[in-house]
């Protein structure tokens, strides 16, 4: 009993407790601050990748696609509706994009996507600027520019009433009024030649006209940019978007054969307008990747049926064949399910498959989102784990500090340790007063560690932007850098638990070499100890 | 039954000092009745202290046996010899060798927490507490329960360590010089309280080189160069 008792009083009364305190309360709070937002950069990346892509993906080999795809869809709608929510395909390849009023050309990673059915499979209408604020306005079909003007009710510069009134529908959703009115207060561009040199810039970007809101120009199909394709940022991470909403743009790809050959054809350019950008918060994607309609993009590409100089007609390619799996299905089962189907699926295609076709269809893989994205995932799980063992290594380094901590402590207290022997204790006994004490150190440590943590990492922002505000140097989070806007701020309660508990036992061990030395004095020798 | 408590033979103690070899003990015997008061005397450094430690177990001799109640303490098994230091003896220093961090009843108290484990304790607390405060009150600490060794005096923390020695109701109280660090007038008072203790049936070996402390016990004995003689006769 008198292990507890003294330990509990060595704690509050001497001064040398505090500094073990301390020691494991740095300790802690640093590590958990490390693993937090590491993990959280690691979350984040994890939950966007996965966003971009669906639970298990068909692909092909090569950028010329695979054939077939429309009849496995049919036959994972027949066979495997138990498992399959939903599926479908597309198409990446790579072009040229260019801003024809600005001259600008950028190469760029071409995604074609039946959007609905896109955004059903993903989260990436979650993306989208405009769909945001103007609620079911974005397409990648067919549209003219809309440009805003003066409304002759109101005499307020406004849009096309169907802009107007998906507008309302997002003011209605947000009912902030703050949050209404910083948007409200955003102007429009004042001209229909998007501003390129202007010195400001808007999220609400539209052209603008003296006349009535109106559509004009050309119709064209629609086109989604990566964020980052485009626009630079502010230091606050905002996008700079000077070009208005439905500005025109072209794509410029280039046709394979199925074979992977040049069509010999000279490169297709294709006008587009501006619809949307999309955000999927990593800047491998946002940067390089463009979105347009699948049917559209397939045709130009001649990856639609393309008739055969010997007659008949060639099957339509995909690059991909995303397939979103139902609720509650586990991602390894369900991606087992689609590999047996997809085996199955080929060996009822029979003889009359082509024979390039069968050549494609073996290059077929069946994927978990994961697996896609296994580079950019693994890349930060090393990160974490390599920023981890520099911590633990500099908390071994404290776990040293608090064994030295301890036998200064033993050291002082060998008077002690000869009164409690001539009382009568064993050096046992006396060995774990002092591994209590440790626990004791390591528990109050601990605990206060995690609030210090915690705290740190529930206002890493804005301590962040305090120090910023004192020397922009100190602003070390970089959203143009990171892609995020804000450093990742929750802390798992799991891994604090753990760090705790490793905090403790650390105490413990560093306890227990000096804890040994003083279970083996003589009572004798210790009294003499001055 | 016997009334003899208490036997040395033949002790023997030595410590190396550098190259050389100290005899501090060279065949010390003596025995001590039950409710005798012992006074063992001697110059500084005759080896009393080192004979002390080893009447109540704290060291080991090098040579010859110390029985209590007949048992061989060296022979036993160390966990009774623990329990020897716990109960039997009670133990006074002449530097008090009060634990600082805590008050005077929690000094006394802690000897018999060393007897406890957690739950036992939660049964003898109560009790625990009225026995320390019932000593305290008897070498006249009352008030000073509640105060830590640094806020007392010289003579309070000697008597705080007599009631801490006495708290186990030990059957033998050995004492170090226990007016050694004190004035005259609170030497006197402690020598007061161990008669007292003594005429209430209490065995008492107490070691000093104060001829006139040494007066107080039935018996003296002189330590000189290691080796034992007697020193004087029955006081009563």
Not at chain 1, 29 to 57: N, Q
Not at chain 1, 364 to 392: C, H
Request: glycine share 10%; charged share 20%; net charge neutral.
């Amino acid at each position: 009993m008198y292990k507890w008792f003294l330990a509990w009083r060595y704690l509050h009364t001497k001064l040398i407790a505090f500094f073990g305190v301390a020691s494991v309360m740095l300790c802690v709070a640093m590590v958990l601050v490390v693993m937090s937002v590491m993990g959280g950069f690691l979350d984040t990346v994890r939950e966007r990748s996965r966003g971009m892509l669906s639970d298990v993906v068909l692909e092909a080999g090569s950028m010329q696609g695979f054939p077939y795809y429309e009849e496995f869809e049919t036959y994972v709608a027949k066979h495997m509706s138990d498992i399959v929510a939903v599926t479908t395909p597309t198409i990446v390849n790579y072009g040229l994009i260019r801003v024809p009023d600005t001259s600008q050309t950028k190469p760029a990673q071409i995604v074609g996507v039946r959007l609905n059915e896109y955004c059903t499979i993903n989260d990436f209408k979650g993306g989208l600027h405009y769909e945001e604020y103007f609620p079911g306005t974005t397409t990648l079909a067919k549209q003219p520019i809309a440009v805003a003007g003066l409304d002759p009710n109101t005499e307020k510069l406004s849009l096309p009433p169907e802009l107007e009134a998906a507008n309302r529908k997002w003011q209605e959703s947000v009912g902030d009024p703050e949050e209404i009115e910083k948007y409200e207060s955003l102007p429009y561009a004042t001209s229909a030649f998007p501003k390129t040199a202007a010195p400001y810039y808007y999220d609400r970007v539209f052209a603008a006209d003296i006349g009535e809101p109106k559509y004009e120009g050309p119709e064209h199909m629609g086109l989604i940019v990566g964020s980052d394709v485009l626009w630079d940022r502010d230091k606050q991470g905002g996008f700079k978007r000077y070009l208005a909403r439905g500005t025109r743009l072209a794509l410029t790809v280039l046709p394979l054969t199925p074979s992977g050959t040049l069509t010999g054809e000279p490169p297709v350019r294709i006008p587009l307008r501006y619809a949307d950008d999309s955000r999927t918060g990593i800047f491998e994607i946002d940067s390089m990747c463009v979105y347009v309609d699948f049917d559209m993009l397939q045709q130009k590409l001649a990856m639609d049926a393309q008739e055969k100089i010997d007659g008949g007609f060639t099957k339509p390619r995909a690059k991909q064949l995303l397939i979103g799996l139902k609720e509650g299905v586990d991602l390894d089962e369900g991606w087992a399910r689609v590999q047996a189907g997809w085996l199955n699926f080929l060996a009822t295609l029979g003889p009359n498959v082509d024979d390039g076709d069968m050549t494609r269809l073996g290059f077929v893989d069946v994927y978990t989102w994961e697996d896609l994205q296994r580079p950019l995932i693994a890349a930060i799980e090393k990160e974490k784990v390599l920023v981890t063992i520099l911590f633990g290594l500099i908390s071994l380094v404290a776990i040293v500090l608090l064994g030295c901590i301890f036998y200064m402590i033993v050291e002082k207290k060998t008077k002690d340790i000869g009164i409690l022997k001539s009382l009568g204790a064993s050096g046992r006994g006396v060995a774990g007063l002092f591994v209590v004490y440790a626990a004791a150190i390591g528990v109050v440590g601990a605990a206060l560690g995690t609030l210090l943590g915690s705290a740190f990492v529930w206002n890493i922002n804005t301590i962040q932007d305090k120090l910023a505000q004192l020397n922009p140097a100190l602003k070390v989070w970089s959203p143009d850098v990171y892609s995020f806007d804000k450093i990742p701020e929750v802390v798992k309660q799991q891994d604090a638990m753990w760090i705790a508990i490793v905090a403790v036992i650390a105490s413990m061990v560093g306890s227990l070499i000096p804890a040994f030395l003083a279970a083996r004095v003589w009572p004798v020798k210790a009294l003499r100890y001055e | 039954m016997s009334n003899e408590m208490l036997r040395a033979k033949g002790l023997h103690k030595s410590y190396k000092m550098g190259r050389s070899v100290v005899r501090v003990l060279r065949g010390v015997s003596l025995s001590a009745k039950r409710g005798e008061f012992l006074a063992v005397m001697g110059a500084s450094g005759s080896g009393k202290s080192t004979l002390l430690h080893l009447l109540g177990a704290l060291d080991l001799p090098n040579r010859g046996t110390v029985e209590y109640e007949n048992r061989d303490l060296f022979g036993l098994p160390r966990s009774a010899r623990r329990a020897y230091c716990n109960r039997d003896v009670g133990f006074v220093f002449q530097f008090y060798h009060l634990l600082p961090e805590l008050n005077a009843l929690e000094n006394v108290l802690i000897a018999r927490l060393i007897t406890h484990s957690a739950g036992s304790w939660m049964g003898a607390r109560r009790q625990s507490r009225a026995d320390a405060g019932e000593l305290l009150e008897r070498v006249g600490l009352k008030d000073r329960a509640r105060h830590r060794p640094s806020e007392l005096s010289g003579g309070e923390r000697q008597r705080v360590a007599i009631a801490r020695a006495l708290v186990n109701r030990p059957a033998l109280l050995l004492a170090d010089e226990p007016t050694g660090n004190l004035d005259a007038k609170i030497g006197g008072e402690i020598m007061g309280l161990l008669t007292e203790l003594n005429e209430a049936g209490q065995t008492i070996i107490m070691v000093t080189h104060d001829a006139q402390v040494a007066s107080r016990a039935h018996r003296r004995l002189q330590l000189s160069d290691g080796v034992m003689s007697e020193g004087g006769t029955d006081r009563r």
